[in-house]
């Protein structure tokens, strides 16, 4: 059984960066698609980026367009989620997760089966 650990998260002022990884254990991910929510405080838990199996095709949030960059390493069954221009707004939760192969789309958190426990980041102003 797949397992997901999510580190890389951490404090960080306005306008900074961070780096998330997610690293899988236990199965290999190169055949799925995988994605990145997040949770703030008091909210549902919100999609951010989604990248398809073969590494090309990317999905993301309005909120996090142009700003943060999905990509993944196959070989080394890892996810990861470059987070640039970091805002207050960005603090949050954030896990990742590996699509059903029953899924119907990309954005709702229904359609993912496997979840990390989540890393915080905290972005101050």
């Known amino acids: 059984q797949a397992q997901l650990v999510e580190s890389g998260g951490g404090l960080v002022q306005a306008g900074g960066s961070l780096r998330l990884s997610c690293a899988a254990s236990?199965?290999?991910?190169?055949?799925?698609?995988m994605a990145w929510f997040r949770r703030a405080p008091g909210k549902e838990r919100e999609f951010i980026a989604a990248?398809?199996?073969?590494?090309?095709?990317?999905f993301y949030a309005h909120s996090v367009e142009g700003r943060f960059t999905i990509s993944r390493d196959n070989a080394q069954n890892t996810i990861y989620l470059e987070m640039n221009k970091l805002t207050p707004e960005d603090t949050a939760v954030y896990y990742c997760?590996?699509?059903?192969?029953?899924?119907?789309?990309?954005?709702?958190?229904?359609?993912?089966?496997?979840w990390g426990q989540g890393t915080q980041v905290t972005v101050s102003s």
């Open positions: 997760a590996k699509q059903s192969v029953h899924a119907s789309g990309y954005y709702a958190a229904r359609d993912y089966d496997y």
């Open positions: 990248i398809l199996w073969n590494g090309r095709d990317r």
């Open positions: 236990g199965g290999s991910l190169s055949n799925y698609n």
